[in-house]
T-cell receptor
Framework: SQKIEQNSEALNIQEGKTATLTCNYT??????LQWYRQDPGRGPVFLLL???NEKEKRKERLKVTFDTTLKQSLFHITASQPADSATYLC?????????????WGLGTSLAVNP | DAGVTQSPTHLIKTRGQQVTLRCSPK?????VSWYQQALGQGPQFIFQ???????QRGNFPDRFSGHQFPNYSSELNVNALLLGDSALYLC???????????FGPGTRLTVT
């Protein structure tokens, strides 16, 4: 079956360290992958988009990698801060014939401790 | 520049009732998508509107319907509410079809 998986357990790290979150997928050939941040009770906020032909993309303290062979994307937050604590979601844009859609992961909860 | 707005913020309904949720997209966006997010889950795609037509639909029953107006704002209607419809309903607009989604704050629907 087709699915997208993120770290199911919450990630706790110390302030200043690098947080690494994982998004794995099976049976898709995605056109691109997006990462979002979601705070409790709020809508997700778009962070980064990486295309299938891109290996890496950066934005300030954020870095995303995309390995279509491993079917995996890694999301890194360097020099993490308590304000980075949130749930992080990945979403895959897939093309299934005429049915193009975004498939969402369940999200990974990140807690950065001061 | 106003972002995506949704109304109401919270809503309590009883089983069997009908509800209408509203959304105004971000300025310059003409595509609106609706999502349902249960507690602890990722967003589940309901449907997407573009040029006042439903373009894509997720795995939701016909009780869920929508509309897009000429000014690109949108409504989500849910009929015959079930307890399981209790969730955060998110509206998102995007500058391109399935491009980055800009979400509103959501409407928290509780069905009792």
């Amino acid at each position: 079956s087709q699915k997208i998986e993120q770290n199911s357990e919450a990630l706790n790290i110390q302030e200043g360290k690098t947080a690494t979150l994982t998004c794995n997928y099976t049976n898709y050939s995605p056109a691109y992958l997006q990462w979002y941040r979601q705070d409790p009770g709020r809508g997700p906020v778009f962070l980064l988009l990486i295309r299938e032909n891109e290996k890496e993309k950066r934005k300030e303290r954020l870095k995303v990698t995309f390995d279509t062979t491993l079917k995996q994307s890694l999301f890194h937050i360097t020099a993490s801060q308590p304000a980075d604590s949130a749930t992080y979601l990945c979403a895959l844009r897939i093309n299934a014939g005429n049915n193009r859609k975004l498939i969402w992961g369940l999200g990974t909860s990140l807690a950065v401790n001061p | 520049d106003a972002g995506v707005t949704q109304s109401p913020t919270h809503l309590i309904k009883t089983r069997g009732q009908q509800v209408t949720l509203r959304c105004s997209p971000k300025s310059g966006h003409d595509t609106v998508s609706w999502y349902q997010q249960a507690l602890g889950q990722g967003p589940q795609f309901i449907f997407q509107y573009y040029e006042e037509e439903e373009r894509q639909r997720g795995n939701f029953p016909d009780r869920f319907s929508g509309h897009q107006f000429p000014n690109y704002s949108s409504e989500l209607n849910v009929n015959a509410l079930l307890l399981g419809d209790s969730a955060l309903y998110l509206c998102a607009s995007s500058p391109t079809f399935l491009g980055e989604q800009y979400f509103g704050p959501g409407t928290r629907l509780t069905v009792t």
